[in-house]
């Protein structure tokens, strides 16, 4: 089966700086990827997605970049904001599953 | 506007009284997934329907049930809650096919006394 790992449980970052959260996933098959965003008390919220026909994608303010090689996915976020505290999660899916497998998440704290 | 909606946000049953929740979603999606979130834990995928076909995870025990009577609505039913069933309770939707984001409630806390 598939396990997903986040590379650090805390991340603290100067407000203005780039973040990126990391994750690794096991399962060479894995071909869809998902970054979540969950404030306290709420539920996560879709940040972005990327397929493994890509190796970057970008929204506003944050990029995914996926190594299918080494099986490594990355959250970079830019400028970041106090509003950006909150835990990451990715996740990851294989082919037609409609499950996803979540890794264990990033608390992000942004000082002031 | 809020497309996955959870009720209620706070739920509060003692040992062993049955309980309920409810999520509702305006997305017409196919799929409807419950989790179990415990404090600083990742979601914990319990079961979701696709349409009227129900899915249980492996290890989801048999104290957790489901239904989900039309496209709209699907309910948890815990029918005898322990101390360990206290958790965030979250429900998510999809498109159904592979490869698609899922989009979340923001969940029921539930509280076992």
């Known amino acids: 089966g598939e396990s997903v790992g986040l590379h650090l449980p805390t991340l603290s970052v100067q407000e203005g700086d780039n973040s990126i959260i990391n994750c690794a996933y096991s399962n060479s098959a894995s071909d869809y990827f998902i970054w979540y965003k969950q404030e306290s008390g709420k539920g996560p919220q879709f940040i972005i997605d990327i397929r493994s026909n890509m190796d970057k994608r970008q929204g506003q303010r944050v990029t995914v970049l996926l190594n299918k090689t080494v099986k490594h996915l990355s959250l970079q976020i830019a400028a970041t904001q106090p509003g950006d505290s909150a835990v990451y999660f990715c996740?990851?899916?294989?082919?037609?599953?409609?499950?996803?497998?979540f890794g264990s998440g990033t608390q992000l704290t942004v000082l002031p | 506007d809020a497309m996955v909606i959870q009720n209620p946000r706070y739920q509060v049953t003692q040992f062993g009284k049955p309980v309920t929740l409810s999520c509702s979603q305006t997305?017409?999606?196919?799929?409807m997934y419950w989790y179990q979130q415990k404090s600083s834990q990742a979601p914990k995928l319990l079961f979701h329907y696709y349409d009227k076909d129900f899915n249980n995870e492996a290890d989801t025990p048999d104290n957790f049930q489901s239904r989900r009577p039309n496209t709209s609505f699907c309910f948890l039913d815990i029918r005898s809650p322990g101390l360990g069933d206290a958790a965030m309770y979250l429900c998510a939707t999809s498109k159904g096919t592979g490869g698609q984001p899922q989009h979340f409630g923001d969940g029921t806390r539930l509280s076992i006394l």
């Open positions: 997305l017409n999606h196919n799929v």
């Open positions: 996740a990851v899916a294989s082919g037609s599953a409609r499950q996803l497998t």
